[in-house]
């Protein structure tokens, strides 16, 4: 079983930054591709970016340039970090895992992940 846990949402203005953290554990971390998702009262799970085994990191269009995602397998953790938010990047966010194969095209399609967090509410007032 992996667990995976986020952590760091919040209440932010308009053009400030956050950076989401998300741990998981349970089997070794640098098998696991990690991707980002967000919830709104319209999108049931949108996705916001991904890193694959092999370092690519797709982005939604809606986030490109703002947001980044990194990961350091030595602290079992993938970071999210989002600039110059918006209010329309008010979401609860997840953090997913994904076993086995993984590209950027599968990477986007939330029904391939195998593990979800609990998410964490991210709030932007403008």
């Known amino acids: 079983q992996v667990q995976v846990v986020e952590s760091g949402g919040g209440l932010v203005q308009a053009g400030g930054s956050l950076r989401l953290s998300c741990a998981a554990s349970?089997?070794?971390?640098?098998?696991?591709?990690m991707g980002w998702f967000r919830r709104t009262p319209t999108k049931e799970r949108e996705f916001v970016a991904a890193i694959t085994l092999s370092g690519s990191t797709p982005y939604a269009d809606s986030v490109k340039g703002r947001f980044t995602i990194y990961r350091d397998n030595a602290k079992n953790t993938v970071w999210l970090q989002m600039n110059s938010l918006k209010p329309e990047d008010t979401a609860v966010y997840y953090c997913?895992?994904?076993?086995?194969?993984?590209?950027?095209?599968?990477?986007?399609?939330?029904?391939?992940?195998?593990?979800w967090g609990q998410g964490t509410q991210v709030t932007v007032s403008s």
């Open positions: 997913a895992v994904k076993l086995g194969f993984s590209d950027s095209a599968t990477m986007v399609q939330p029904d391939r992940y195998d593990y």
């Open positions: 349970g089997r070794t971390f640098s098998t696991f591709a």
